[in-house]
């Protein structure tokens, strides 16, 4: 699927273990530095789907109602519309 993660490495991580890419990942941060290397990479970008899934779930709970697998995923998009008409009534303000 051509996946990478993005795990920033500690300041004081050695570039003589583990695997390839991990070494490349260290070599490339410790060359441009934190701020370009994290702008580079797309780090920090997790944070806004994150707090995206918290606020759904704190809004409808962790739990469908809906038994079958078709109608949670009708459950789960009725869900989503309504969250994103709320999102976007929000931005109009």
Same mark, same amino acid.
């Not at 050695?14 to 530095?33: A, Q, S, W």
């Not at 290397?37 to 944070?47: I, K, N, S, V």
């Given at each position: 699927?051509?996946?990478?993660?993005?795990?920033?490495?500690?300041?004081?991580? /050695?570039?003589?273990?583990g695997?390839?890419? /991990? /070494?490349n990942?260290?070599?490339t941060?410790?060359?441009?530095?934190?701020?370009?290397?994290?702008?580079?990479?797309?780090?920090?970008?997790?944070? *806004?789907?994150?707090?995206?899934?918290s606020?759904?779930? /704190?809004?409808?709970?962790?739990?469908?109602?809906?038994? *079958?697998?078709?109608?949670?995923?009708?459950e789960?998009?009725?869900?989503?519309?309504?969250y994103?008409?709320?999102?976007?009534?929000?931005?109009?303000?």
């Amino acid at each position: 699927m051509n996946i990478k993660s993005i795990i920033k490495p500690r300041r004081n991580a /050695r570039v003589d273990r583990g695997p390839p890419e /991990r /070494r490349n990942l260290i070599i490339t941060f410790k060359t441009l530095r934190e701020k370009t290397w994290g702008r580079l990479m797309g780090y920090g970008r997790r944070w *806004s789907a994150e707090t995206a899934f918290s606020t759904f779930k /704190r809004l409808y709970g962790e739990y469908c109602m809906a038994r *079958s697998m078709e109608n949670i995923t009708k459950e789960l998009s009725a869900k989503a519309y309504i969250y994103n008409m709320l999102i976007n009534l929000q931005n109009l303000n």
